[in-house]
């Protein structure tokens, strides 16, 4: 099948080393301003996904080697950016998990209020679920939206490990609503008395920009409740299933990304019997495809995108420990770049679930799927 082929994405090098020379940087500047934001080309990549009619970067994208509309496409382009740096890439602003849970279930009027800020310059947002105590539980989490006496809605809660949030001007917070769980959208700069945003330290992936966001009485519309007030649980979880499961193998595909650049450096360095995980490697990659063929035809496997990602981010930690272990100690002390890669691969294992989650999640699935009680 031709989408099976692995495509050349060499033709973007000169843009996307920008990555890597930002990424870097991150570790020192962490405010350093994003002269990314300055190339159309590294724009057009981050607001793949994003509605035609508002993105900005519609048609700017070189598109004659790939589709971006073809999943595996998409993850083969994600994993070939981060063999230059996963950290920069999620740096940037455009498409996002809230981006896509909102084409899912908003309004028009939501959409409109959510997406059109986009035609207008660079946009972050963030997607709030994960809680100190219950982390991506989403069945069990504390973050409530109540009604008071006079009928006002009111968001309280806490929210951890949220990306993008201290850029963001809008962005989704799941919250317990009487016996229904719902998306809120929220937009933290118009409300800064009741939107505590507070940046938290990162071992890996500083692109992220990780934060804590406290809500405190935030006072909520009927109209910032994602889909109207008829949507409730079921529509809620959905969403967040639909879209995790979607972002799953584009964190394992980053992983790859990552383990690639490491393995170059080992293979640059001299170092001998790395010859297996080059194997494991392209494995891997092929399962990738596997999985994004599955996804563009709507027969996506719960517990092959859950080992995926499991597989992905051990072996990404299993290629790091070679730097340390087999690189001459001259060149492991001295390379700042490799050490810098060597911490973002074991942040991949905290994105979208942990690996004891997507075991439970393979499990199940897998049982299920041939009728087996679980």
């Known amino acids: 099948m031709t989408r099976k082929r692995v495509l050349n994405f060499s033709y973007l090098d000169d843009h996307l080393i920008k990555f890597a020379e930002f990424g870097s940087q991150l570790e020192t500047q962490p405010e350093a301003k994003m002269a990314l934001l300055e190339d159309e080309q590294l724009m057009a990549i981050s607001h793949i996904g994003l509605p035609q009619a508002y993105n900005p970067y519609n048609g700017a994208l070189k598109t004659e080697h790939f589709d971006p509309d073809v999943f595996p496409h998409f993850l083969q382009l994600a994993e070939y950016i981060s063999r230059f740096d996963a950290s920069a890439m999620l740096a940037m602003p455009g ?50 939206l109540t009604h008071e006496d006079n009928g006002a809605l009111k968001l309280n809660g806490h929210k951890y490990f949220i990306g993008g949030a201290q850029k963001a001007c809008q962005g989704l917070v799941f919250a317990q609503h009487g016996n229904h769980s719902r998306l809120v959208m929220v937009e933290p700069q118009h409300h800064t008395a009741h939107v505590h945003i507070e940046a938290l330290d990162a071992y890996g992936l500083l692109g992220t920009g990780l934060s804590a966001l406290t809500f ?37 595909a980053m992983a790859l990304g990552t383990a690639h650049r490491l393995l170059n450096a080992l293979d640059r360095h001299g170092v001998k019997g790395i010859r297996p995980y080059w194997r494991h490697y392209h494995a891997l990659y092929n399962l990738m495809l596997r999985i994004g063929d599955d996804f563009h035809a709507g027969q996506a496997k719960v517990h092959l995108t859950s080992l995926l990602k499991v597989r992905a981010c051990r072996f990404v930690e299993s290629v790091a ?53 679980r």
């Open 95 to 144: 498409n996002s998990l809230s981006c896509r849970a909102v084409d899912i279930l908003a309004t028009e009027e939501q959409r409109e209020r959510f997406f059109h800020p986009f035609l207008s310059g660079p946009v972050w947002t963030f997607f709030a679920v994960s809680e100190p105590d219950v982390g991506s539980d989403a069945q069990n989490i504390t973050t409530t």
């Open 216 to 252: 405190d009485n935030l006072p909520i519309t009927e109209t910032q409740l994602l889909g109207g007030t008829q949507r409730g649980l079921r529509q809620g979880m959905a969403a967040i299933n639909h879209v995790f499961e979607k972002h799953r193998p584009l964190v394992a």
């Open 321 to 373: 420990h070679l730097l340390s272990e087999q690189l001459p100690r001259d060149i492991w002390l001295t390379e700042h770049h490799l050490q810098k890669c060597y911490r973002d691969a074991f942040a991949f294992e905290y994105m979208e679930g942990t690996s004891n989650i997507h075991r439970l999640h393979s499990y199940r699935s897998y049982t299920a799927s041939h009728g087996v009680a």
